[in-house]
């Protein structure tokens, strides 16, 4: 879903007729062009981009309308998918940041110091040592300290 608000002189801009264009960034190719987009409401509209393609980025543009100042007509917009850049930096190896300073080298300094005392499941911390427990972890990773 593609969302555009719009104002004019600052209040909420409402009976727009505003057009959405959009371009796939691989080729440079139109995919959408000068679409109409339905209000939502208090200035806010809408348009279903249903040839959104997962992995793919898109720059848009839409154009409020020849009603609006030029400094409120046009809105412009991107989806750039984050996706890639993650994996790649969790898929990096490791043996690369291990220098003085890194970020690996702080995250395996801080496992040495808990792994001595402590269990990590997930998000959660458990330190039976400072509790003075034992912990049973079950096959869904639930936990019982007794």
């Keep these: ?17 505003p057009a959405v264009t959009i ?4 080729d440079d190719s139109v995919v959408v062009d000068a679409a ?3 209000e939502v409401g208090g200035g806010i509209y809408k348009y279903s ?20 100042a030029d400094a409120d007509r046009y ?14 930096v969790w898929d990096e190896a490791t043996s690369g940041h291990a220098g003085s300073g890194t970020f690996a080298e702080a995250l395996l300094d801080a496992y040495d110091a808990a792994s ?6 997930g998000k959660k911390i458990i330190r039976p040592l400072e509790r003075g427990g034992t912990v049973l972890l079950t096959e869904s990773g639930d936990y019982l300290l007794l």
């Design 23 to 26: 371009y796939d960034l691989a």
């Design 75 to 88: 809105q412009y917009g991107s989806n750039i998918d984050e996706r890639p850049i993650a994996d790649a």
């Design 36 to 38: 109409a987009m339905s």
């Design 1 to 17: 879903m593609i969302m555009s608000a719009f104002t004019d002189s600052g209040a909420p801009a409402t009976g727009l007729t």
């Design 116 to 121: 001595s005392h402590s269990i990590i499941l």
């Design 49 to 68: 981009f249903s040839a959104y393609t997962v992995g793919t980025d898109y720059a848009l543009y839409v154009d409020g309308g020849a009603t609006l």
